[in-house]
């Protein structure tokens, strides 16, 4: 019969080191960041703000000029007396849907 005692043992010792022993040979291997380098990647970043401020700003803008377009198409179909009922009970779906989500997104709450 084997001895299966020894075939699980390992062959190596672990040791143990703290976290702040590797710390400190972390340490010197920071290198600090060049001047013109902080300079040119703050420039970048701001930047990038400044480009996604801009790209919201033409989204919003985009939207809400899309929700003014879709609001007069109803109100016309609303005011004309040609149309059927069906078609001013949809318009009128719409214009109460855009006002509702326009209180919303000025005030910032949920109207349920």
């Given at each position: 019969m084997s001895d299966f005692s020894q075939e699980n043992t390992p062959s190596q010792t672990i040791s143990v080191i703290s976290i702040p022993e590797m710390a400190k040979g972390w340490s010197g291997n920071l290198v600090s960041e060049d001047p013109t380098d902080?300079?040119?990647?703050?420039?970048?970043?701001?930047?990038?703000?400044?480009?996604k401020r801009w790209r919201l700003n033409i989204?919003?803008?985009?939207?809400?000029?899309?929700?003014?377009?879709?609001?007069?198409?109803?109100?016309?179909?609303?005011?004309?007396?040609?149309?059927?009922?069906?078609?001013?009970?949809?318009?009128?779906?719409?214009?109460?849907?855009?006002v509702t989500g326009s209180i919303g997104f000025l005030t910032g709450k949920a109207i349920s």
């Open positions: 902080k300079k040119h990647r703050l420039e970048q970043e701001a930047y990038e703000s400044s480009h989204i919003i803008v985009m939207a809400i000029l899309g929700l003014c377009f879709v609001f007069y198409l109803c109100f016309l179909t609303l005011i004309d007396p040609e149309t059927g009922i069906n078609d001013k009970r949809w318009a009128t779906v719409f214009v109460s849907s855009i």
